[in-house]
């Protein structure tokens, strides 16, 4: 006889989700997954969004994840389901967000057969998952499913897979409830606190410091970023903000200088290559961020606090490195400071200042206007003043207009800059907008896109449209793969090898099609008039803004190149100067 | 700069979960992020806790070995990464089986000389022998270079094992 607890392994599946505050599941059914879509039917705690092709369910769960800090879940077939979900899944990795992927399997007494829809999931996933697991038994199920949100919120976060073979979700077992199970995985969240004094005793001594902070911060939460800017404004530094921690501190504070970085501005990279002390917070030293390592910031000492220790000394060594999350770490660093009642170098910062704002004086996001085309800069900068007032969700895609809405818009909330920063996938813009209008239903939720990278995950619309998810689509048509192109101008020679894309679907009649709004834009003097009445319809809507095929993303530190050597423009010559490959290697 | 730095020989102790898929994590790590491996032994040393133990050695500049251990503590089934070459005095070890096939005068000698190397001859036919030899890779390879020209037929390895000296477990 079963035990009055005995339940199904989709049953023990479900209810672990629910007891793990699962709200909304990201999928798309299948053979290997139909005994868990038949629990799903029966029941009323879990919604599901039907999405249209499964890298999109996983993108679309990083969208929630990401605007609310709880974990993202997505449920996919073996096999194809499970394959096209990979290139989420990396999203996910590189970025550092909470997800995790439940995916069907071919039943056990099958797995290495080569069986209908069998792909070893676990296999393919492993260098691009924080963890995953293959469930064989069902009484381990729950305990893996508990373990499995546990692993992928705590420390640094990322996507975890679980792979459910078919006759394991359907035979009979135990549930556990997560306060039975205990894991081994513990990160480190306090700072060792003699280097946090240390760090102070840098801070507080330093003359020409800058903080330099990253989504480290952001995924700490959003105690991390009042703390972060309480402290920013305690000690009157300068901050620049990563791609990744853009919303970190108030974009409108006047001690942010902006992003850094490969199209950062003058004074946030000037400011990072001149300074005496770098306060690296939950930043990553990336590549991009960088530009070349033997000329990256040379006279500074250097402090960086990252929950993750293989991200310290990882591409730049630093003087002082703290191990722990972001909060923690800085609610200690206030403590201590107000404790030893430090006092900054007000002299020296004076002068700090004076020089910055120096830089800060060549206006480098300046660009020339034009009342006969519309100006990639100028659609962005007029997006940002006709919606800020409510405080919407950004969400891109890849190329140039994700590095000019980096660029033009300010995030005085963190939660609310939603960008592939690490992969740099086209095609998470729309799929993430729409996991987001799912947490958010009365939010203003904005993809900002190009008309290239759109059309990777175009079919999303009609998960928009079904789902009755008022998504807000704005494609900057320049006819090009623009950031590709911009390289093919200033490295290769302009031989524009298949950047040209010189066919396109009519994207107001496309929009249409799948019952949403299609608005188009082609004259400076018709942005406003658009975006108005786009913010005036409550369905998707998909904008298009034909505009200036020829423009850059200025400043630009080109490829092999330090922080002072940026082109600023057009106009720069210094942007022939080739750049050098270090050490022989080929930078990307 | 970082390649300037000099590269080092590192013995790692590896403590991890005995689970299906473990080894593949920590070898896809090393392929994955372009690590070398020079040699990697794997068993079981606690079934109740179902724990096994990988001894690495690999190579490479400070930062890059940093960089090793800070990786391998990632992965979610390693419970401890200890660099038993900076963490003091530690003993390493490694088993061969080496095939050798002669007859006469060249037959004593591998004898005689599997004697110096307190090798044991553990298979033996009319043409052939297989000796078993213990002891740092440095005294194994040693033996198998002698024995080249004495018929050297075929060679079996465990790679490294290894142990901090002293009263402490890792």
Not at chain 1, 69 to 85: D, H, I, R, Y
Not at chain 1, 98 to 103: A, D, K, N, R
Not at chain 1, 206 to 217: E, L, Q
Not at chain 2, 11 to 27: C, H, K, M, Q, Y
Request: net charge neutral.
């Amino acid at each position: 006889m079963a035990h009055h607890d005995t339940l199904n392994g989709a049953e023990i599946l479900l209810k672990a989700l629910v007891d793990q505050g699962v709200e909304v599941i990201f999928g798309y059914p299948g053979g290997a997954v139909l005994p868990i879509y038949d629990e799903l039917f029966k029941q009323n705690r879990l919604r599901h969004v039907l999405v249209r092709h499964e890298q999109a369910a996983v993108h679309a769960a990083e969208g929630y994840a990401r605007s609310t800090g709880k974990v993202g879940c997505v449920l996919v077939t073996s096999g194809p389901g499970a394959t096209n979900a990979v290139t989420g899944l990396a999203d996910a990795q590189c970025d550092s967000v909470p997800l995790v992927c439940l995916t069907g399997q071919v039943p056990t007494h099958l797995i290495g057969n080569d069986a209908f829809q069998e792909a070893d999931i676990t296999g393919i996933t492993r260098p691009c998952t924080k963890h995953n697991y293959l469930v064989k038994d069902v009484n381990d199920l729950a305990r893996i499913v508990h373990e499995a949100f546990h692993v992928a919120r705590s420390g640094r976060p990322g996507p975890v897979l679980i792979d459910l073979p078919k006759d394991v979700v359907q035979s009979k077992g135990e549930y556990q409830p997560p306060s039975k199970v205990k894991s081994k995985y513990k990160p480190q969240v306090k700072g060792d606190i003699k280097a946090i004094e240390k760090a102070i005793d840098m801070i507080a001594h330093a003359k020409r410091p800058i903080f330099y902070v990253g989504g480290g911060v952001i995924n700490s939460g959003p105690a991390a970023c009042q703390l972060m800017t309480q402290f920013v404004r305690m000690t009157g530094y300068p901050c620049t903000l990563t791609l990744m921690g853009l919303g970190a501190i108030p974009g409108s504070d006047p001690l942010f200088l902006g992003m850094l970085g490969m199209h950062g501005t003058v004074e946030a990279n000037m400011a990072m290559h001149d300074c005496d002390l770098m306060i690296n917070i939950g930043a990553r030293f990336d590549d991009r961020v960088t530009g070349k390592l033997e000329g990256f910031s040379p006279k500074s000492k250097k402090i960086h606090v990252d929950i993750d220790p293989s991200s310290i000394n990882k591409n730049v060594a630093v003087d002082l490195a703290i191990v722990g999350d972001c909060a923690h770490v800085l609610e200690d660093m206030i403590k201590v400071w107000k404790a030893k009642q430090c006092r900054v170098d007000d002299k020296a910062l004076k002068t700090w200042w004076k020089q910055i704002d120096q830089w800060r004086g060549m206006d480098c996001l300046a660009f020339e206007g034009s009342n006969k085309l519309i100006k990639p800069q100028y659609a962005i900068k007029r997006l940002y003043e006709l919606t800020r007032h409510r405080n919407p969700y950004i969400c891109t895609e890849v190329g140039q207009h994700q590095m000019w809405a980096a660029q033009y818009l300010k995030f005085d909330l963190p939660h609310h800059w939603l960008t592939s920063g690490g992969l740099g996938t086209m095609g998470y813009g729309l799929p993430s907008a729409m996991g987001v209008q799912m947490a958010h239903p009365d939010a203003l939720v904005i993809d900002i896109a190009g008309e290239a990278s759109i059309q990777m995950n175009i079919q999303e619309m009609a998960t928009l449209v079904q789902h009755r998810l008022p998504v807000k689509i704005v494609i900057l048509n320049n006819q090009y793969l623009g950031m590709v192109r911009q390289w093919q101008e200033l490295i290769h020679g302009g031989r524009y090898s298949e950047s040209h894309m010189t066919h396109h679907p009519d994207f107001v009649k496309l929009a249409e099609a799948f019952g949403a709004v299609g608005l188009r834009a082609t004259k400076p003097d018709e942005v406003d008039g658009v975006f108005k009445e786009m913010m005036a319809v409550d369905r998707p809507v998909i904008v298009e803004m034909l505009t200036d095929a020829s423009e850059n993303v200025f400043p630009m530190i080109m490829p092999g190149m330090a922080h002072n050597e940026m082109v600023l423009g057009p106009e720069d010559k210094s942007r022939d100067k080739p750049g050098s490959e270090e050490d022989g290697m080929v930078l990307v | 700069m970082i390649k300037h730095e000099e590269i080092q020989r590192h013995t790692i102790a590896v403590l991890v979960d005995n689970e299906s898929g473990v080894l593949a994590r920590v070898i896809g790590l090393f392929s994955g992020r372009g690590y070398n491996i020079e040699s990697l032994t794997v068993a079981e040393v606690d079934a109740k806790e179902k724990l096994s133990r990988i001894t690495i050695v690999t190579s490479g500049t400070a930062m890059i070995v940093e960089q090793i251990k800070n990786q391998l503590r990632r992965l979610i089934p390693v419970h401890k990464v200890h660099d038993l070459t900076i963490e003091g005095p530690h003993v390493a070890r490694e088993l061969a089986l080496v095939k050798v096939c002669s007859t006469g005068e060249k037959r004593v000698e591998s004898l005689r000389i599997a004697d110096i190397f307190r090798a044991r001859a553990i298979d033996s036919t009319n043409e052939s022998f297989v000796f078993e030899v213990v002891g740092a890779t440095e005294k194994v390879d040693a033996f198998i270079k002698l024995m080249e020209p004495l018929g050297l037929a075929d060679v079996s390895r465990t790679g490294v094992v290894a142990i901090a000296r002293g009263p402490n477990p890792i």
